[in-house]
Every structure is written in structure tokens, then in C-alpha cells.
């Protein structure tokens, strides 16, 4: 998505409107908020205008040395900390541009002198979709030689996935391998990346002031972003009221999925249909008493980690991950325990049974299964800060106005004899009438309808992954779109799982939908998924990506997503008559193009 | 098409004969439903489309469909059905249906719960088991009743031969059936009106349902009079000599609609053997042409009669079969229920009547129903009759065979019959909830409770064995004929019934409204002075019914004499 070409540029002279239009080519709505900012922090230094601005705006090759901040990020994280970055840098007074990794055009690589990439790494150990090409750019063979280039690398990632942070590692080595030097190491930074994050962002700005010459400060930025705007973020959530809590599964079925209706009333907050809403979690109360008391420590024992005091039990209820293994806390476990077992699990000839220790044991199972004495300090020090859960936002403003609507399948299990829980979809499907839960939207450009209303949109969301696209049909259906909707759905049983049944049933009769394809996995003998349906209608499929529709696919990142996109691939070889590579290419040029894009999970 | 027919009158008539878009509602994979039109028509096949009631609002909560299924109800007049057929049946129920086979009080199996993707493989299993779904719903000559008493070996064997080809001869001819769930070939330009057509119904086939019984006295079993047409045989020196014919009987009501009522069938004359189906073409053909179609709640033979005049209608059938009806002749029924226990038929077969409570043939606790009879139908050579009274009989067993069904029946508890006390014997209950899309209340889930309480009621009045026939229905359909039971139960809203007394136990009076909508403390304690009275003041022999008319605590409505003399 690109900066609207529309933009009125009448009260500049022409030289500088070209100018302008070039700069702000290709920049994503974060970083025109921002400029928008810093082009108002300007104004409001008459002194300092003409300079700023000439720097601003100055011709190609672009100032020697400004800062380009690059990043990658499917859920925002990485977004959200390199717009920090650039904001700092900013406000240090150097000249920078902030870039989604999509929109930097990749032939001015060779000409960058200061570069900044902060990346995630997503899939097992893939980019995030907005960095596909980027990526591919750096690593391939028509990457330059890079040697007037100083860079830094900040990835993020997950040390619970076998892969971690593989992304911001590959793109350091190769930038180092095409002859650029770094301004600083690579910081590796886990779920709670600040605690990475902010260090290294201080010594990177620090690096880059040091090779820019000129320290004055140009301007100060106003920041303007919307969600700013609000006054509710991340950092400082909103505590939305629970006005629904609805199970939209059968008696009969084994799956617990929850309609959840939150209440935005006051907060400002707003979201477009694809946007997701990030939650702080509580731990599940039976399981903060379980492992206080396995550990026989005391609930209320005061403990301090940097300023903060409080008792143990709200550390672990509300700061704390004790629903999700991470290999530090593994490996401190272990030595604590003395266990020889988790040693030899942690040697990288057997990332495979660690992984799936990881993915079988929460934090209570490993204290169960290889006891060691923890006290109440070292063992808040040694689990990870709780993270927010993301939940894709299944409902329209259009039409629900000041609520936000999820689809959120309740995570609860029995395991090694006890029962186990989700931290968010527990603590969301525990609400009651009085509930309330903190809050943030989490904006997601990359998952955005067709701004051409009149383009049709083919939407692939199995299980909880129908969630957005029920924001998306309530969207186009509110704002009479004449493009045509296509959804396929698919669960284990039509009786028991088919959500929103109703819903789809009535959008069908409006023609708010213009086709539903379902796939009951367990409604028959042998199994079947949405990628059979979407071969079985391969045919229909090309002929309305080839007429220009969306494609959308939001669900399961491990199999699904996966199988999807093979299946795509192989409609555009039956019935595109491609080549296997030719069909590959096409399929993964409409992600470039923002016309293939997945929120996958 | 008058401009007031029914809306059902133009499906019929666009219908294609009986075909619809049923092939495009079955494939519809969005619903478990039928487009509304092909609701109606499926009817015509043998089904009903349903949904669990019990589940219907949590589901609409959860932003689901009702929880969509479908009745499949047999075509088996007189109710027999070999071994053989009983274990594919069997199966079928097991496979397909909720794992229950439901004995209807018109000697059907009733499967429940099958829902649309197997439909169609369970209409082709049923017709694989050489039994048919044709015609056993919608407007047209439902499944015959017969007899189902076999004492009189022979002529039970003469009257279901008659049963059975009068069934037959007023099916349906299209072949709608066969093309939608046994894939045949479509006939040619057969969905122009040619050249298939139906001699008897025509496009819009009857103005509504249209049953038809056959009767043995002394037993009346099938409920003759409640029947639109009934034949009672006349039987001399153990030979068939003809039959009385009886028409207008119905039970159909709508509370509060007096325009609307059960009716007792009258009996307008005796035909032969031979004319049996002449007969029975001429009144319903007069139906077909005379009946309402433009009011559904109006529109059964009964209305048809008592508005046109019985002698006038009587005219108009003997003028279409040719010939005038001679006489009635004189018969006698003693009672309606079944008789249970071992009976020896005259060609020393025996016949073991169980009893089936609700008719309902499952597996539920101690009573392992399906299974037994399974395990029954295995060993068995004989076959298997459903009474009307939904209860069902091991038919046809050689002497040297009971001592191993007796062991099976032990084994299973099948031998309620053995226990039970006459009241829970003889009493009938409808399906009602949670299937049934028109209760109003329970009544075959309700029955076994509430008996249990009328037990406790009756034996503190020492009348423990006491033979009262109690019938419940969910609503005023009266699906259980509850207007001829001594004591009956119609539904009138959840919890709460219409309690109507008096009736007869041969099926010949109807009964009377004694309390309106009234629940169970009221109902019992009503229930409890009466039989107060009746065991304090009952003649030798006297029947509970009986008794309340004599002593005048119910004003009895006319009903057939007791005894038609000619
Ligand atoms: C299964 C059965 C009751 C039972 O417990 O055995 C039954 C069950 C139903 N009857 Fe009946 N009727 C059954 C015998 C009767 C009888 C008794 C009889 O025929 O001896 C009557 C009273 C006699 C009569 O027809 O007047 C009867 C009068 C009705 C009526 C009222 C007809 C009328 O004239 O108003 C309806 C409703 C309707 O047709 O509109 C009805 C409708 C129904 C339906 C199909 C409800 C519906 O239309 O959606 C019931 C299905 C419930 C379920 O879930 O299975 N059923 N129904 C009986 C099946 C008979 C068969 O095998 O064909
Ligand atoms: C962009 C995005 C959008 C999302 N949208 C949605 C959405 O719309 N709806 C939705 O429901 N989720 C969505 N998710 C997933 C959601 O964010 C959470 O990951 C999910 O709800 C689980 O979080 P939790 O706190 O309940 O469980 P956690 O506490 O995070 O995990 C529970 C622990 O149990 C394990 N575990 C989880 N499930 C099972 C299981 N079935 N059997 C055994 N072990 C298990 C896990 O490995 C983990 O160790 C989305 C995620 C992302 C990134
Ligand atoms: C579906 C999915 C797959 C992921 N795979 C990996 C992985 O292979 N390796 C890793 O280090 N992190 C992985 N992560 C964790 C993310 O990188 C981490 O959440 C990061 O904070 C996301 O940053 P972003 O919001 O900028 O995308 C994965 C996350 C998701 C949701
Ligand atoms: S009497 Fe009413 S409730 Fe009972 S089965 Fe018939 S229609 Fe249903």
C-alpha cells in the first residue's frame, strides 16, 4: 500500500512537489503519521524551517548520511520498536526514514550508507510476508556489494521456536558478506524483547550519532499517530468491558470456541477490519497456587526485580509466563535440579526433544517432573515477563461501533493428569458479567481490504481463522463494496463447528457473500481440509485472481498456511498452465503486490 | 387453482410430481435443512424434516442452525416385517438414526434423527431391506392398518392380504422416489406433466392425510373409527365373508377451534371381498374432489362428511363404484388393546406379544430393547408384527423355539410385559418433544413417570390391577388416539394438559374435557377422587371409562352402540 497519489500538493512549487512525491513514495501510513509529525515540529521552529526542510527534501543520492530504518513484522513488534528507533533518532536531530521492508526499493541499497533492519522471523524461521522480498533481495545473487555500508540488526523472535530469530541473523551475516561493516552486534530479542530491545537501541543510536558529523538538532517531532491519538497503547492498555462471552461450538463438539464482545466505549480506540487486539493475560489463579505451592514458597513474600516490589503470587499471576517454556528458563532449571536428563535435552543434538518438551510441558509440568528447589527471586528473575496475546478483531466499527468482536478458541486440556490452560484464552473465557480486560489495538496494514471496493475478495480462514473475515464481510457489506465476497470455512464437524453458521447463512441471502466453501474434516471417512476445496474449485479460483481479487488466509501458521499456499500454487499450474517455478513466482508476486496476505498463527 | 387453495395445494401443483428441488436441497451444503417447499414434498417420501427442541435455543445462542434431522417413517401395512428385514432395520437405526426404532400406533417404524448428508443412503438401506418410505406421510392413503391380533391364523392372513393390496393399488405413481434416492433413471420429459401422470390423484394428489385401517372383531386394535376409511371384517365359519365399511373418522383438532374435532367414523354399509377397492376408490376419490383445499385444518374426510351431509356423500361413492353398499352386518368389539404374553395361533404357531413402552425400541439401562430383539431376529424364523398400540409381537414361532426366545427375552428385559401393571400395559403415548415440531408438551418421555404415579394413586385405592387405558399426546393432533382413551393427557403447553375421561376401552366413545390445561399435582389429584369413587362404587366388571359415564361424573358424547345389530 503505497501513499495516496491524490495527496494535494498545489501550495508547493513544482520543483519541491516532485521532490515530496518522491520522498514520500512507498511509504506506509506509520511513517507519513510521522513525517506528518515532523513536518509540524518544523513549522513550529520558523528558525530552523528553511534548513530542515531543504535537508529534508534534498535531492538524490539522498544526503550522505541519513538513517534508513528498515523493518519487518507480521504482528507489529518489530514495527513498533523500529518506529521508536527512528522517532529517537529523529529527536536526536539526524535525518532518517523509516521503511516497511516492503516498501524500500531495493536498487538504492547500494547507496545506503547508514542502515538500521529490525526483522522478525516468523513461519520456522521464515520472514515476515512484508519482508519477503527484501529478504529475498539481501540474500540472492542480484544483492551489490555493500562496502561504504555501516549497519545494525535487531531481530525478534521466539526462543521457544527451534529457529530463533534465524531472520535477523541471516540478514547480518549476509549484509556483513556483501562487505558492510556493523555499527553494532546483532541483539537477539525474545518474546519480551524490551528487555533486548531498548539497550540495544541506545547503543545503535549512539554508533550512528557517532558517524554522522553534525550533532545540531534539526526539529523535534510531534508525534501524531492514531493510536497515540487515543492515549491507550501497548505500554498502556485499555481495560475494555466484557459484554459477551458466548460458546459458538456445540454441546456435541470437542472444540471450546468463544464469541467474545468487548466494549471500546470512551477509549477512542479504533480499528479497521483486519486489525488485531493485543491482551494482557492473567495466569489462571489454580495455577499460580499450584506452582507457589509446589515450590512451597509464599504467595504474598515480597519480591523486587529492578524497582518494582510486590508479592510473588501477582508477580506470577500478572507479570509472569507460566503457561509457555523458554529454553533460559529450561537451562536454569536444569542446573538447578542437577537434572542430567534437561542437560542432554539442551545440547543441540537434541533441539528436537527439547522442542517438543516446549511444546508438551508449561512451566508447572517441568516443575513436576524434575523437582529443584527455587526461591521466590530467583525464580520471578528467571521466567519471562508475560506477553500479550494477539486476537484477530472479528467484527466491522461500521457496523458494531464502539465494541471489538473476537473468535477466541479456548486453550484447555488435561495433561500429565491436571488440567492445563491458555494464559489469554482461559483468562477471556473465564470472564463474566462484570468483566473487564486490558486492552490495545494492534494495527496490521498488511491485512487490509482492497482500497478498489469494486475488487473481489477470496477469503481462506479455517477454524478461528473465519475471525477476520467476519469483520471483513460486515466492512464491505456496511459500506455496499460491489466486489464479491468468497469465504472458505472449514472445522471438524458441520453440526457442532461450523461458526458463525447463522451469520454466513444470512450474509448468503443478502448476497453479502457470494460464495461459501466448507470443509468438515471429520465428517467422513477419510479427512478434508480447505486446500481440497480450494483445488476442487481451482478453475473458478484463477479466473477471480486473474480478474484482480484479494486473496486472504488467516489461521493455523503450522499446517494450514502452509498447505494453502501449496495449493495455490498448484491451482495456478492446473489451471494457469505454469510451470512449477513459473506458478511459485506468480503466487509469491501477489504477496508482493499486497494481494496475497495471511495473519497466520 | 382457487384463489384460496392452500399454500400446500400450489407446491403439489408445481411440484413435478413430488420431485421439487429436492435433489438441490439435499446438496446444499450450508444447512442441514430443506428449502421450505421441499419440506413439505419429502413428506410424499416418507420423512419429515425435525430438529432437537432441547437443543434448539442454546444452538441459536451459539449462532447455529437448529440442530436439523429427519424422520423416516415405513410403509408396512399391517406391520409385519420378516427376521431378515428386522436386522437391516435393525442396522439402519444403528448406522444412521438416533439408535432407536420407534413402533408408531399405525404399525410403522419410525427412525429419528438421521440427518441430511445420510438421508439418502438410509432411504436406499431401507428400500435395500425390500421395505418402502412411499406415501407413509403427506396427502395420500397412508399406511393400512390390519388387525394385528393373529389368534385367527387364516383370516388375519385374508384381511392383511387385502390391507396390503389396497395399500398398494392407492400409492403413488411417480417415480419421483426412485429417481431422488435410488438414482433411477429419469423417465423421459418427466418434468413436463406427461406423459407420467397419476390416475387416482392427479397433481395436487388429496386435499390431506388419508388413513385407511382393517378391523378383526371382537378386537379392535387398529382404532377403526378413528380411521378416515375403515373395513370391518365380517367373519363366518372362519371365512371372510365381506366387510362393514366405516368413513369420517379422524381426531385432528386445534385448541381452541371448535370448528375443529376428533370425530368417531360412521358405518354406512357391508361390501364383499371384491368390492373392497371400488369402495374405497369411490370414497377417496369423493374426498379428493369434494374435500376443502383450501383450509389444511378442515380439509380430513371427516369435515368433508359433516359438511356435505353422510347420506349425500354415502350416494356420491356408491355412485362412483357402481354399485349400492348392502347393509352393515351385525359385529361386536370387546376391546382395543393388545393381548400379551404367549398365544397359540390355530395352526399351533406361537406368537409372543411384548410389550414396547412408547413403542420405543432402544437400549436404556436394565432394558436393552435393540439388542434383544436383535439377538431375537438372529435366531428367529418367523416374523415380526407391530401392534397399534405400538407394542410388537414375535410372530409365527414353532413350539420347540420358545424356551430360547423366552431365555433371550429374560436375558435382554425384554419381559416388561411379565412386570407391568395393566395400566402401564395398554397405555400409549405420542412422540411429542423433543422431535416432534407441533408438541406443545411431553408425552413419550412423560409416560413411564407418570404411570409410575398413577400406580401409586391407584394402588392406594386398591385398584393396583385395575385395566384403564391412559393415552398422552403433546398436542391436539392426538397422534396416540388419546380421545379414546379412558383416561387421556392432551398437551396444551409444557408441563401442563388437557385432562379429558370417559372414553371406552373398545374404541367406540369418545371422551369428554374434564379439566383444561391443568399440571400434574391438579391432574393426579383429579384423577385420584375419581378412582376414589370408582372403587368405592363400581359395578361387577365395570370399566373405569364406563363407570365415569354411568355415574355421570363425565357427560358422555354419542358414540358407535356397543353393539350393531341389523
Ligand atoms: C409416530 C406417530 C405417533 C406415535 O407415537 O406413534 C405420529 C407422529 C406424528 N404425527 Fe401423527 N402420528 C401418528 C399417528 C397419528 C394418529 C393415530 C392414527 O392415525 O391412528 C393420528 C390421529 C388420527 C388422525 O389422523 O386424525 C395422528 C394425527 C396427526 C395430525 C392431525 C391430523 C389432522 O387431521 O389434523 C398431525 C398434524 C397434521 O397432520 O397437520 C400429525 C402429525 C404428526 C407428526 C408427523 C408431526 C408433524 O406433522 O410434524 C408427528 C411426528 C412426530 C415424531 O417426531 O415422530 N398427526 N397421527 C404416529 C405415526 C403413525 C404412522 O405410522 O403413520
Ligand atoms: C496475529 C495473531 C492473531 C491471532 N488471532 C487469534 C484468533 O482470532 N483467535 C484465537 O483463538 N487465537 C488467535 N491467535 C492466537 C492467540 O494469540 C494465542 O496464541 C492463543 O489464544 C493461545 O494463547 P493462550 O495464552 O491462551 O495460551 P498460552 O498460554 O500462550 O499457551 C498455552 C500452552 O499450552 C500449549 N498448548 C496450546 N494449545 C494446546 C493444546 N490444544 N494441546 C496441548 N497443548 C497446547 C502451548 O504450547 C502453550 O505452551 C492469534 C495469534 C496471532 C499472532
Ligand atoms: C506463527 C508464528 C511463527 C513464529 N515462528 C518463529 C520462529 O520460527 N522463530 C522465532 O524466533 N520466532 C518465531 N515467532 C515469534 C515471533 O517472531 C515473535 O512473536 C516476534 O515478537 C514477532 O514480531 P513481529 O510482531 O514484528 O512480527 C513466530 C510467531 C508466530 C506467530
Ligand atoms: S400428537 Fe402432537 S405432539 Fe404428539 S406426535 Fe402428534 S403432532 Fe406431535
Not at chain 1, 477469503?459 to 469465504?487: C, H, K, Y
Request: with cysteine; hydrophobic share 40%; glycine share 8%.
Amino acid at each position: 500500500m503505497s501513499a495516496n497519489p491524490a495527496l494535494p500538493l498545489i501550495p508547493l512549487p513544482d520543483a519541491k512537489a516532485g521532490d515530496l512525491a518522491r520522498l514520500v513514495d512507498g511509504l506506509d501510513s506509520a511513517s507519513l503519521w510521522w513525517l506528518s509529525g515532523y513536518a509540524a515540529g518544523l513549522a513550529s521552529q520558523h528558525t530552523t524551517v528553511a534548513r530542515a526542510v531543504s535537508t529534508a527534501l534534498a535531492k538524490e543520492p539522498v544526503a550522505a548520511l541519513r538513517l534508513t530504518v528498515v523493518y519487518g513484522s507480521q504482528t507489529g513488534n518489530a514495527r513498533r520498536l523500529a518506529e521508536q528507533f527512528a522517532l529517537k533518532a529523529e529527536t536526536a536531530g539526524l535525518q532518517v526514514r523509516l521503511l516497511r521492508a516492503d516498501a524500500y526499493p531495493t536498487r538504492e541499497l547500494k547507496s545506503e550508507r547508514l542502515l538500521v533492519v529490525v526483522v522478525s522471523t516468523q513461519g520456522d524461521g521464515e520472514p515476515p510476508d512484508d519482508a519477503r522480498g527484501f529478504v529475498d533481495f539481501v540474500l540472492g545473487k542480484r544483492a551489490p556489494e555493500l562496502k561504504e555500508l555501516k549497519f545494525g540488526v535487531l531481530g525478534l523472535g521466539d526462543s521457544s521456536y527451534p529457529q530463533f530469530c534465524e531472520i535477523g541473523r541471516v540478514l547480518d551475516a549476509r549484509l556483513a558478506e556483501l562487505g558492510a561493516t556493523r555499527l553494532l552486534d546483532r541483539a537477539d530479542a525474545d518474546v519480551d524483547f524490551d528487555t533486548v530491545a531498548k539497550p540495544w537501541s541506545e547503543r545503535a543510536l549512539q554508533s550512528v550519532r557517532d558517524q554522522v558529523k553534525s550533532q545540531t538538532p534539526l526539529a523535534t517531532v510531534t508525534p501524531l499517530r492514531p493510536a497515540a491519538a487515543a492515549g491507550w497503547s501497548r505500554e498502556k492498555p485499555f481495560a475494555a468491558d466484557v459484554i459477551a462471552n458466548q460458546r459458538i461450538t456445540a454441546r456435541a463438539s470437542d472444540k471450546d470456541i468463544r464469541h467474545i464482545e468487548l466494549s471500546l466505549e470512551g477509549s477512542g480506540l479504533a480499528y479497521e477490519p483486519g486489525d488485531a487486539l493485543g491482551l494482557w493475560p492473567r495466569n489462571p489463579p489454580a495455577l499460580v497456587d499450584a506452582v507457589v505451592a509446589l515450590l512451597k514458597l509464599d504467595p504474598n513474600a515480597p519480591v523486587r526485580i529492578d524497582e518494582t516490589t510486590q508479592p510473588l503470587r501477582l508477580w506470577l499471576s500478572e507479570q509472569r509466563e507460566l503457561t509457555r517454556l523458554s529454553r533460559p528458563l529450561i537451562a536454569q532449571h536444569a542446573a538447578l535440579a542437577g537434572s542430567a536428563e534437561l542437560n542432554r535435552l539442551l545440547s543441540p543434538d537434541h533441539s528436537a526433544q527439547l522442542q517438543k518438551l516446549i511444546a508438551d510441558y508449561q512451566v508447572v509440568d517441568l516443575l513436576r517432573a524434575y523437582p529443584a528447589a527455587w526461591s521466590a527471586d530467583e525464580l520471578v528473575a528467571a521466567l519471562r515477563p508475560l506477553t500479550p496475546r494477539l486476537y484477530s478483531i472479528a467484527s466491522s466499527q461500521k457496523v458494531v461501533g464502539e465494541e471489538a468482536h473476537l473468535t477466541v478458541a479456548h486453550v484447555a486440556y488435561d495433561a500429565f493428569g491436571s488440567a492445563h490452560w491458555g494464559a489469554a484464552s482461559h483468562y477471556l473465557a473465564s470472564q463474566g458479567e462484570a468483566g473487564r480486560v486490558p486492552v490495545f489495538i494492534e494495527h496490521n496494514e498488511r491485512f487490509r481490504l482492497p482500497r478498489d471496493a469494486s475488487r473481489d475478495v477470496i477469503m481462506i480462514g479455517p477454524g478461528t481463522g473465519v475471525a477476520p473475515f467476519r469483520g471483513f464481510v460486515q466492512d464491505r457489506a456496511a459500506s455496499g463494496a460491489n466486489g464479491r465476497n468468497w469465504l472458505f470455512f472449514g472445522n471438524p464437524h458441520f453440526r457442532s463447528d461450523f461458526l458463525y453458521q447463522l451469520e454466513w447463512q444470512d450474509a448468503l441471502k443478502r448476497g453479502q457473500l457470494a460464495r461459501l466453501d466448507l470443509a468438515f474434516s471429520r465428517d467422513q471417512s477419510d479427512k478434508l481440509y480447505v486446500q481440497q476445496r480450494i483445488r476442487e474449485q481451482g478453475a473458478e479460483l484463477y479466473r477471480w485472481i486473474e480478474d484482480g481479487a484479494h486473496l486472504y488466509v488467516c489461521g493455523d501458521a503450522t499446517r494450514m498456511a502452509k498447505d494453502v499456499h501449496a495449493a495455490l500454487i498448484e491451482v495456478a499450474v492446473t489451471h494457469g498452465g505454469k510451470s512449477l517455478d513459473d506458478a511459485t513466482a506468480y503466487v509469491s508476486q501477489l504477496q508482493q503486490q499486497g494481494r496475497y496476505a495471511r495473519d497466520v498463527y | 387453482m382457487s384463489a384460496a387453495a392452500s399454500p400446500v395445494e400450489k407446491i403439489k401443483a408445481d411440484s413435478r410430481y413430488l420431485r421439487g428441488t429436492l435433489q438441490e436441497s439435499l446438496a446444499d451444503a450450508v444447512t442441514g435443512s430443506l428449502r421450505e417447499e421441499d419440506q413439505t414434498l419429502i413428506k410424499y417420501h416418507g420423512s419429515y424434516q425435525q430438529d432437537d427442541r432441547d437443543l434448539r435455543e442454546e444452538r441459536r445462542q451459539q449462532k447455529l442452525e437448529p440442530d436439523y434431522s429427519f424422520m423416516i417413517r415405513t410403509r408396512t401395512p399391517g406391520g409385519i416385517a420378516t427376521a431378515a428385514q428386522w436386522l437391516k432395520l435393525d442396522a439402519i437405526a444403528t448406522r444412521f438414526a438416533n439408535g432407536s426404532l420407534r413402533v408408531t400406533t399405525r404399525q410403522a417404524f419410525q427412525f429419528h434423527g438421521v440427518i441430511k448428508r445420510e438421508l439418502k443412503p438410509t432411504m436406499a438401506a431401507i428400500n435395500a431391506s425390500l421395505i418402502d418410505t412411499i406415501a407413509a406421510c403427506g396427502d395420500v392413503n397412508r399406511n393400512v392398518l390390519s388387525a394385528a391380533n393373529p389368534l385367527l391364523s387364516s383370516v388375519h392372513a385374508t384381511v392383511h392380504a387385502q390391507a396390503k393390496a389396497l395399500s398398494e393399488y392407492f400409492l403413488p405413481k411417480t417415480r419421483a422416489y426412485y429417481e431422488i434416492w435410488l438414482d433411477e433413471e429419469r423417465v423421459a420429459g418427466s418434468d413436463a406433466h406427461e406423459p407420467e401422470h397419476e390416475p387416482i390423484y392427479g397433481t395436487t394428489y388429496l386435499p390431506r392425510k388419508f388413513k385407511t385401517a382393517f378391523a378383526v372383531p371382537p378386537v379392535n386394535d387398529v382404532d377403526i373409527f378413528a380411521n378416515d376409511l375403515g373395513f370391518i371384517a365380517i367373519v363366518e365359519h372362519d371365512t371372510v365373508v365381506g366387510y362393514n365399511v366405516t368413513v369420517g373418522g379422524g381426531f385432528g383438532a386445534t385448541h381452541g377451534d371448535p370448528t375443529t374435532y376428533p370425530r368417531l367414523a360412521d358405518v354406512i354399509g357391508f361390501v364383499t371381498p371384491e368390492q373392497v377397492i371400488a369402495v374405497a376408490e369411490g370414497v377417496i376419490t369423493t374426498q379428493r374432489d369434494w374435500g376443502n383445499r383450501a383450509e389444511r385444518k378442515r380439509s380430513r374426510l371427516k369435515y368433508t362428511i359433516d359438511d356435505r351431509g353422510l347420506d349425500h356423500f354415502k350416494a356420491e361413492v356408491e355412485r362412483r363404484a357402481g354399485f349400492a353398499l348392502a347393509p352393515a352386518r351385525a359385529f361386536v368389539f370387546d376391546h382395543n388393546g393388545d393381548r400379551f404374553g404367549w398365544i397359540a395361533g390355530e395352526d399351533g404357531r406361537w406368537h409372543l406379544t411384548l410389550r414396547i413402552e412408547a413403542g420405543r425400541i432402544v437400549d436404556r439401562g436394565e432394558r436393552r430393547l435393540l439388542s434383544g430383539l436383535r439377538a431375537i431376529a438372529q435366531i428367529h424364523d418367523g416374523d415380526f408384527r407391530l401392534t397399534p398400540n405400538q407394542n410388537l409381537i414375535v410372530a409365527n414361532v414353532p413350539v420347540a423355539q420358545r424356551a430360547a426366545i423366552d431365555a433371550l427375552v429374560a436375558e435382554y428385559g425384554l419381559d416388561l410385559y411379565r412386570s407391568a401393571s395393566p395400566l402401564r400395559l395398554n397405555a400409549l403415548a405420542c412422540v411429542a418433544l423433543p422431535t416432534c415440531s407441533l408438541a406443545m408438551a411431553e408425552a413419550e418421555r412423560y409416560l413411564p413417570d407418570l404411570v409410575t404415579k398413577l400406580e401409586a394413586r391407584l394402588a392406594a385405592h386398591d385398584l393396583a390391577d385395575a385395566d384403564i387405558h391412559l393415552r398422552i399426546s403433546g398436542c391436539p393432533n392426538g397422534c396416540s388416539r388419546p380421545y379414546l382413551g379412558e383416561i387421556a393427557l392432551v398437551g396444551k403447553a409444557p408441563g401442563r394438559y388437557n385432562l379429558m375421561l370417559g372414553a371406552d376401552h373398545r374404541g367406540q366413545r369418545l371422551n369428554r374435557l374434564h379439566k383444561e390445561n391443568i399440571a400434574e399435582p391438579e391432574i393426579l389429584d383429579t384423577v385420584d377422587a375419581l378412582l376414589a369413587r370408582y372403587a368405592g362404587e363400581r359395578g361387577r366388571d365395570e370399566r373405569f371409562g364406563d363407570f365415569l359415564v354411568r355415574a355421570g361424573l363425565v357427560a358422555a358424547k354419542p358414540g358407535i352402540p356397543l353393539e350393531v345389530r341389523t
